[in-house]
């Protein structure tokens, strides 16, 4: 059976995507590692990233008019994008750094720990209600994490801490963004999303750059190769152009799925351009239990999101739990998206890929990524 030109373009475009997203994570550990191109400031990368994003987005939005700007007042910036972009930055900082202390496949294993973060902090900031069935599966994750460190030949406290930070600050990010930006009703796709955000978390990411990494700049000797960070800033950037494509094509089921392989890929991957990280059978089976717990509350996730978009029966217990699930999630009828290509909505399990999408979309933000690397960076 002959394949359609349609489907083999959605599977390139899938192909993209996989291989950028593990290339952006490979690329800025190849960067801070000491022991390859040693440029160990993490700060520094990721600014680069921001600047890099903020001054193409610039020449897209207001030059080229590729995208149009969205009606953007003082106060939705004061209050909306500028504490996201805060977290923003915060979350790409330590998860940047963990790099310096931990290895690829560990950090990919730790980020498995991103949605019982999220659901933590969307019950205690109640856009979430605590579910039993959530609450296990989220358990079930945690107990796979630990084992997977438990397991992990070279464990590092400071560059774990740094992780899961990052880990945290990410999960307040996407429920701030459900919070703030919900109620605002404001559209941003991934273009105009970096517009705002990248400048503003540029300047929070000035602060403790000048305070911790200047310092050492300013007397270490330093390589500082401009092909080298152009392309890596590059890389970053076509991250998010790619997901951009492929979401226009695949639906939620499909992104999952391929995030799922993409981890496992990125996790052979990383053993093999980095031999000092070792895979235990530990790491294997921990992360296996880990990732069972993900594509459950996955399932279970998808499963409300369906649940809310079928059409209301008569009948007075349908009604309902039709009412119960549409307070807790309210997706659009947009297309599938795990960056707020459509709608500037943030969801309980959404994750940012590297440095790619800033602000997720109702539907596909449910996708929690076992992985989100910067979106710019690799967090």
């Known amino acids: 059976m002959m394949i359609s030109r349609q489907l083999l373009l959605t599977y390139l475009y899938l192909l993209i995507y996989i291989c950028l997203s593990s290339g952006v994570i490979l690329f800025n550990k190849w960067v801070l590692s000491p022991k390859y191109f040693k440029f160990p400031f993490p700060i520094t990368l990721t600014m680069i990233h921001m600047a890099f994003s903020g001054v193409v987005t610039f020449f897209l939005v207001r030059v080229f008019k590729v995208v149009a700007p969205v009606k953007m007042t003082f106060q939705i910036y004061a209050t909306c994008v500028i504490p996201i972009s805060a977290f923003f930055a915060s979350s790409l900082w330590f998860g940047n750094t963990a790099y310096l202390y931990i290895s690829v496949a560990f950090i990919q294993m730790l980020k498995a720990l991103m949605p019982v973060a999220t659901f933590i902090m969307a019950v205690l900031c109640g856009t979430d209600k605590l579910r039993r069935d959530l609450f296990l599966n989220m358990l079930l994750v945690s107990v796979g994490v630990v084992v997977s460190s438990y397991g992990e030949i070279h464990f590092n406290v400071i560059g774990t801490l740094y992780q899961v930070t990052g880990i945290v600050a990410e999960a ?38 000048y305070l911790l990494e200047k310092p050492e700049m300013d007397v270490s000797p330093i390589q500082f190769n401009y092909w080298i960070f152009f392309s890596n800033a590059l890389s970053a950037f076509a991250l998010n152009i790619s997901i951009f494509l492929v979401i226009g094509r695949t639906g939620a089921v499909t992104i999952r799925v391929a995030g799922v392989l993409k981890d496992w890929i990125l996790i052979a991957l990383s053993t093999i351009i980095f031999p000092e990280s070792t895979i235990t059978s530990l790491n294997i089976i921990g992360y296996a239990v880990a990732l ?88």
């Not at 998808?302 to 119960?324: H, N």
């Not at 999408?357 to 109702?362: K, Y």
């Open 172 to 209: 307040l990010r996407l429920v701030l963004t459900q919070v703030l930006l919900q109620k605002k009703g404001l559209t941003l796709n991934p273009i105009t999303s970096l517009y705002y955000i990248a400048p503003c978390s540029f300047i929070f990411l000035f602060v403790p750059w």
């Open 292 to 379: 069972s717990g993900v594509v459950m509350y996955n399932y279970l996730k998808m499963k409300d999101v369906r649940a809310s978009q079928l059409p209301a029966d008569s009948t007075p217990d349908r009604a309902t739990k039709d009412k119960k699930i549409l307070n807790v999630y309210k997706p659009d009828g947009s297309m599938d998206s795990n960056d707020d290509t459509v709608v500037g909505l943030a969801s309980e399990a959404a994750v940012v890929d590297e440095e790619a999408p800033l602000i997720p979309s109702s539907r596909l933000s449910y996708v929690t990524r076992t992985q989100t690397g910067g979106g710019l960076n690799s967090r």
